[in-house]
DNA sequence: TTGTATGCGTTATCAG
DNA sequence: CTGATAACGCATACAA
């Protein structure tokens, strides 16, 4: 049979070098070593050249683990979203992923499936990863917190994004929704519509409910009164709607705008409208949320508010990351709201506003 | 000053409690802990379950990271993807968190951003990390493949899906896309089309080399013959679409259909006819790839082929599962072909078709 | 500046 | 069936 060559890189199982390999050929200590790659004060520096180098030529890769299970503290994060679809938590995670991985950390993704049972799984199972610190946007069904206590408990910082936790002192991420609704309605109002209704999410959810409060600030600001019959309160989905358009195109008064709390909605609301034969925005003016990317192609274009995904990423990793840094201090909880923006686009635009600047170009992906 | 309460539930720093606290709570050996925890054969029923009440009552948490440590296997995955916006990748890493999830794992998300170097930097740090396994889907920029040599050499597990290494073998999982591409330029031709255009990508991807030949396949087998004229290599964006599709339409002898192989860029064309008042289907066809979410809300709706994208997250997690279980065995690359489904819509549909079935229908994403 | 010794929490290998 | 002990790879308090 044919000879085998002998000491070639080998195609199978390899176990990787370790700080002990590198001092056994060096003839120092691990101490030496360590201190060397971890570039402490005390270390010679043509030691510590020379320990670089070898470190280099045998391809030596830090065993995190280890690093982590020592000192008590790992290089992980965690992030737990109700799901990874939709363009919210794919960008939100996007903006996560990459500021962290700046920082030199790792993220580990669970999701909720809006299931309040499985957060809390989500919530053991990073634990258990010892993860340095945990993200979450709460799943839908989640009504009780005290999931989280161990968290606290174990002196972990967390920090909610988007969908936090209500009236409690905690470090969370958010959009203004109240403001976002505010400006929507306003705009919408300022275009001389005069029966704005309201497609809106569960009010149990923090987000729903300020943006329902955001409206009727608005309705107040312009001094009108708030017709209970023009508020719908919905799952949110295109099909939700598409049924409330129905109902309030069948009105003896029907509204001649909606803001609906979620652009979905708002699709499924100017679809029925148009299949109705209702000349949108003229017949009846439309704004979403979430600046989703189908509202820059439909016809009409769909005014929406801008969640600044990716900024509320980067401001949930940068809140996390204080938290961990600042080690022992004691707890004190600090907000991040951020500023919503109004896209205003064909679904509502009647009338030219004031010198409408031009608005941020349509990103574009690449498949 | 007010006495502070002791032994209060610890509102701060409170170490999690470990096999040797309840060794010492029990007054047996941590072996016996252990044995109890992970269900091993000799170990007394009672004994059994009164440590793991004791367990239960304490809250105690495995350490994984000590586990990992110690057996030299963690229950971490890695993937690496371009990115994690749009529709498609999004959806394919839900589908792998899901089915990792469901076997106990946990997964560390890394974005290349397109980039090679960025890649080859994930690489390390899963490595680093002492990952199970990783799973991979190749940046645009990546032509050399030398990063992933480490992953072999350390007998780690390694699967590609969507975009995998060209003619060698590896474990992968794909879209037939040459299948793809083949039925959506057969039913262009099959609707009477007789000049097909061909929205083109990068041609050293993959995934567009093989949707190119399955186009090329489809005009052979109708017998006709390829004008190259009409087929267009860009990087696939919507304003590609838009550009192309301006420099077809004043030819002397335009296309009647154009088979893309991205959604954005089919968009882009079929948004350009329009302006140009060309009806669509009637005077151009047009068909994407990769069923994004906007193609069902364009007006026409536009033909697609859809990826299977959560399919693909699930088979790729089970083919790097199978490897990670099956511990030692020599190397055995296997692939996965996913078959592609044509999505007939609008934009494509001048007559009936045979008994067009009913199509899956539209996934709804709740905000 | 370098080395020695110990421990992080778990599991595997031995004896009893 | 149970227990003592070593080891995984790294970091640090302490001594030299």
Redesign the pocket.
């Known amino acids: 049979m044919a000879p085998r060559k002998k000491n070639t890189a080998a195609p199978a199982t390899n176990?990787?070098v370790?700080?002990?390999d590198l001092a056994r050929e060096l003839g120092?200590?691990?101490?030496?070593i360590?201190?060397a790659?971890?570039d402490h004060?005390?270390?010679?520096p043509e030691?510590k050249s020379k320990v670089l180098k070898l470190a280099k030529k045998y391809n030596y890769q830090?065993?995190r683990l280890?690093?982590a299970?020592?000192?008590?503290k790992s290089k992980l994060l965690g992030i737990i979203v109700p799901y990874i679809e939709g363009r919210f938590f794919p960008s939100v995670v996007h903006g996560i992923e990459t500021a962290a991985s700046r920082a030199g950390y790792n993220v580990i993704i669970c999701q909720s499936n809006e299931d309040a049972a499985q957060e809390r799984r989500n919530v053991e199972a990073l634990l258990s990863a010892q993860v340095a610190g945990i993200m979450v946007s709460l799943s839908r069904t989640t009504t009780t917190y005290k999931h989280f206590d161990k968290v606290r408990s174990r002196g972990l910082p967390l920090v909610f994004f988007d969908r936090s936790m209500e009236g409690e002192d905690v470090n969370a991420v958010v959009l203004n929704d109240h403001e976002g609704a505010l400006i929507s309605t306003r705009h919408l109002l300022s275009q001389g519509c005069q029966r704005v209704a309201h497609l809106a999410g569960p009010q149990h959810m923090s987000i729903y409910k300020n943006r329902y409060q955001g409206y009727l600030a608005a309705l107040r600001e312009a001094g009108l009164s708030l017709d209970e019959e023009l508020v719908a309160y919905t799952d949110m989905t295109q099909p939700d709607g598409v049924e409330v358009m129905r109902r309030w195109l069948a009105l003896p008064n029907p509204p001649d705008a909606v803001f609906s709390a979620g652009d979905y909605c708002a699709l499924g609301a100017q679809q029925e409208a148009r299949r109705q034969g209702r000349r949108v925005p003229e017949d009846i003016a439309i704004s979403g949320f979430s600046n989703e990317a189908f509202t820059l192609i439909t016809e009409p274009t769909i005014t929406t508010i801008d969640q600044r995904c990716e900024e509320m990423g980067q401001a949930t990793v940068r809140l996390l990351l204080e938290q961990i840094e600042a080690d022992a201090t004691p707890f004190t909880p600090r907000q991040t709201i951020l500023r919503p923006e109004l896209l205003i686009r064909g679904s509502s635009l009647r009338q030219a506003e004031s010198a409408p600047a031009p608005r941020r170009a349509a990103k574009v992906f690449r498949p």
Request: charged content about 10%; aromatic content about 4%.
């Open positions: 176990t990787p370790s700080m002990a120092v200590s691990m101490t030496t360590s201190r790659l971890s004060y005390s270390i010679g030691m830090p065993n280890a690093s299970l020592r000192k008590g």
